[in-house]
């Protein structure tokens, strides 16, 4: 089945110590978009990928890095971790600006 | 700008009750609505959408009707189950697609 893959599901890293979270699609969806979703909250839109071009949201911190080496693949790098990015990260994608379809989240803890 | 309001949860209900779950958006222009749900410790699946005035999503005995006059996209399932329990997130894309707004969810628990 066409999906969308996040590794890892759990996630747990040291205050300011960098870390990468990646998602993976079988779907050949041309935008790749990034969520934070804190505890009982929606989702918030960190950053999406249209192609190759990057969109940053307005608000979102610069400690907040993406990658798109491929079609396939896009990683949510956070330099510096504080205990205020301990969240889900959901990562979704799109053919065009269609309807997005999300992966199943990976949940980071930061000690 | 654009935004989604829907009901304070928690909702809880016996199975079989009847679900009401209220939306209602403020946009510009003529949005596409959602409504995704999201089971404990997973993502956000769709669960149904319309993309005109007048259109009803259905998927799974849920049902919901995009209602240009009163700007409002209410969830409605006939006879819930306790697999229904989850959070359910109303949202809009000013453009298809586009921008997508969430509204803040609402988390129903029915009990058997």
């Known amino acids: 089945d066409a999906m969308v893959i996040q590794n890892p599901r759990y996630q747990v890293t040291q205050f300011g110590k960098p870390v990468t979270l990646s998602c993976s699609q079988t779907l050949n969806h041309n935008v790749m978009y990034w969520y934070q979703q804190k505890s009982s909250q929606a989702p918030k839109l960190l950053f999406h990928?249209?192609?190759?071009?990057?969109?940053n949201e307005a608000d979102t911190p610069d400690n907040f890095q993406s990658r798109r080496p491929n079609t396939s693949f896009c990683f949510l790098d956070i330099r510096s971790p504080g205990l205020g990015d301990a969240a889900m990260y959901l990562c979704?994608?799109?053919?065009?600006?269609?309807?997005?379809?999300f992966g199943p989240g990976t949940r980071l803890t930061v000690l | 700008g654009d935004s989604v309001t829907q009901m304070e949860g928690p909702v809880t209900l016996s199975e079989e009750a009847f679900l009401t779950i209220n939306c209602t958006y403020t946009a510009t222009g003529y949005p596409s609505l959602f409504w995704y749900v999201q089971y404990p410790g997973e993502g956000l699946q769709l669960l149904l959408k319309?993309?005109?005035?007048?259109d009803k999503g259905s998927n799974k005995g849920f049902e919901a009707t995009y209602r240009k006059e009163t700007t409002s996209f209410h969830l409605e399932k006939g006879s819930v189950q306790v697999s229904d329990s989850a959070v359910y997130f109303c949202?809009?894309?000013?453009?298809?697609?586009?921008?997508?707004?969430f509204g803040p969810g609402t988390r129903l628990s029915v009990l058997p």
């Open positions: 990928y249209y192609d190759k071009d990057f969109n």
């Open positions: 949202a809009l894309s000013a453009t298809y697609g586009q921008n997508f707004v």
């Open positions: 979704a994608t799109s053919r065009e600006l269609g309807e997005q379809f």
């Open positions: 319309a993309t005109k005035a007048d």
